[in-house]
């Protein structure tokens, strides 16, 4: 689009929004009610923004995740399967294969209570009622010693627990490579192989791909 | 088979065909050379094709592709993930044309299932630091200000399985997490301006209808920049796994940020930190700490023929097929190399060259029979050069998953098969 029809159409828009509204002319949009808001508004932030009434221990949750939770993330937390693992790995950020849980790498426990309500059970999202995701945050929070397992979890106390990893995380300073001009010439003195994919042999089988030219 | 106008004909063409394939010797010897002929001969017989009707207009109300490209399909790599309900899908790049993903083939990345959702049922709503809270019905939205723009929308974990080597042997696998499309909304800005921001409005959360209530959070200064709100995908209203019948675009952006099924959108004064942009999509260093709200989709591109899914058949002349872009703007230069990095040439770029969009290149290329080993480099408009897998390790070490844009690599061997690998 040219500027000058850029322009005309910017106008156009503004005259038209501008225009005072005339009796009886359908509104775009309405004015939600406050319940209406409440129904849908279930974010937790770290600052405890957000979080609803309610309370739980580790002790209440056990039973609740047991049943609700451990047929994919395993009686103790450590997976079933592919599923994720929620507790231990904590020192495992440095290795080699590093194990990200609950525990050992989200940074805030509000996010906990926030994901565990709004997602989970896988398949059966929001079912829990917030007392019964308080206790099972307690729950995993206590597994790996980070409340102890009397400790009642509320809108009060959760975003006070101050995680394992909290000063984990860095703001985004990419970019993070070398700039400049790129070499176009005798770049490097001799190129070697080091990975082959086919030599890994993990590519999915699809007799529907052909090999095409 | 309804009975219209030309039908006895078609069934004519039928028979005909029939009694073709139980002719044997004959029939086969036919068929041999009108399907198998890579020379570029005339065949001998006229093809069925050219003698008999083919189906009607009503046949077929919703076009499909041509059985004889029944190959070009999003595939999925099992074993990434723990159910298809939470998993993602590979866009057939190797095999399309042009800029433009067709809708049917488009990348789906869904963390609760694709989610079926009955347009008259669902509402946007805009609340939190805003002036006057809004819930727009799919009507309300058509009737704003509406824009079309052409962006890609690439996943953050594209190429993410290649962090500790050459792993997924096909084009499509190791940069198929990505599709370009012509979009049709709203600006966000727009809604917001609607409802008017409050002075302390610093962060923006969006919200999807599914499953997993996937939330993101970003900050006001991209919500009132080219923050969009889709609800059309190449001239047809968005498919349900593209977040029917409206979702969120962040140009540039990982995707994870174009929440689809977009429900709500809140105001407010701080990040919130879901754990989709904590315990996911962060990058983790070999230091142990990790790289936080790491947004931007940075320059990057593939070959898309010669590619492990093609076949080179024979030395001569060809044309190299590719693709580059940035999150960051527009592209300005794509280099190729033909030894894997020891020498580089500039290849042109095809026309639309769009700001965050695919952007086509396409160079001659005469292959003398010998192994090969070609690689594209993109730079963009703000000077950034897609650096290699090296220079990347470098910098993140080998876990972060996300954000892999290094230099993708392939061999051609003297057979002309191709190969993902990694060069030092």
Redesign the interface.
Known sequence: MSKSRELLFATAFVAALAAPVLAGERPIGRVPTPEEIARWDIDARPDGLGLPPGRGTAREGEEIYLARCASCHGEFGEAVGRWPQLVGGQGSLTWDEPIKTVTSYWPYAPTVFDYIKRAMPFGDAQSLTDDEVYAITAFLLASDGIIPEDFVVDAESLPKIVMPNADGFIDDPRPDVPGGEPCMKDCVAEVVIVGHARKIGVTPEDKARPVTD | MKEKNGEPLRRAALDRRTLLAAGGAAGAALAGKVAGASEATIPEELPDWSRYLGPGVDDEPYGKPSKYE??V?R?????L???T??SINFTPLPWLNGIITPNGVFFERH??GRAEIDPSAHRL???GLVE?????TME?LK???CEDRIWFIECAANGGMEWR??????CQ?VRGMIGCAQWTGVRLKTLLE?SGLKPNAKWV?A?GAD?????RSFPIEKALDDAFVAYAQNGEALRPGQGYPVRLILPGWEANMSVKWL??I?V?D?P????WE??KY?D?L???????????Q?ANSVVTWPA??????GPGQYTIRGLAWSGRGRIVRV?LTF???????TAPLEEPILPKALTRFYYPWRWDGSTT?IAS?A?DET???Q?TIA??R???G??SIY?NNAIVTW?VNAS??V??????
């Open positions: 029944a190959h399909i595939r999925t790599v099992e074993w993930t723990a159910s309900e939470s963390h609760g709503l805009i609340h006057k809270p809004l819930v727009y309300d009737r704003l200000p080597g050459a792993q997924l042997d096909g696998y609607r959360l919200e499953a997993s209530a996937l939330t429900r709500r809140e407010g701080a919130w930190y879901t754990r904590t315990s962060t983790l070999p230091t142990g700490k990790a790289y936080k709200f790491t947004w931007v940075e492990p899914e093609h076949k080179v058949d280099d030894d894997g990095g020891k020498n580089w040439v080993i480099r730079i000077g950034y050069v650096p220079q990347l470098n910098a993140r080998r876990n954000h061999l002309g098969e190969e993902n690998v990694q060069v030092a």
